[in-house]
């Protein structure tokens, strides 16, 4: 059974950075698709960012130019670099895991991050 493991979460400033990690158990190959999610109260899950074949990323356009997703396959780990946070921003946000050669998609248990003054 997959399992993805997100860390660096937590309350944050307005105009603040944080550094969010999430660490497979599989090993991840370059085929597989990695990215972030987020939901807040009432509202569907929405795409921040996927990374595919190392380097093909995609952003959702309330995050472009503020957010970095990058990946480490030798680590098994997907990042999300977030720089000059909004109270917009806050959200539990999930890991995902697409294994492209299985068709099956993965989540993480989500992290809380809280953009607030």
């Known amino acids: 059974q997959e399992r993805l493991v997100e860390s660096g979460g937590g309350l944050v400033q307005p105009g603040g950075s944080l550094r969010l990690s999430c660490a497979a158990s599989?090993?991840?190959?370059?085929?597989?698709?990695m990215g972030w999610y987020r939901q807040t109260p009432g509202k569907q899950r929405e795409l921040v960012a996927t990374?595919?074949?190392?380097?093909?990323?995609n952003y959702a356009d309330s995050v472009k130019g503020r957010f970095t997703i990058s990946r480490d396959n030798a680590k098994n780990t997907v990042y999300l670099q977030m720089n000059s946070l909004k109270p917009e921003d806050t959200a539990v946000y999930y890991c995902y895991l697409r294994r492209i050669l299985y068709g099956l998609d993965y989540w993480g248990q989500g992290t809380q991050v809280t953009v607030s003054s």
């Open positions: 990374i595919t074949s190392g380097t093909i990323t």
């Open positions: 599989g090993n991840i190959f370059n085929r597989d698709v």
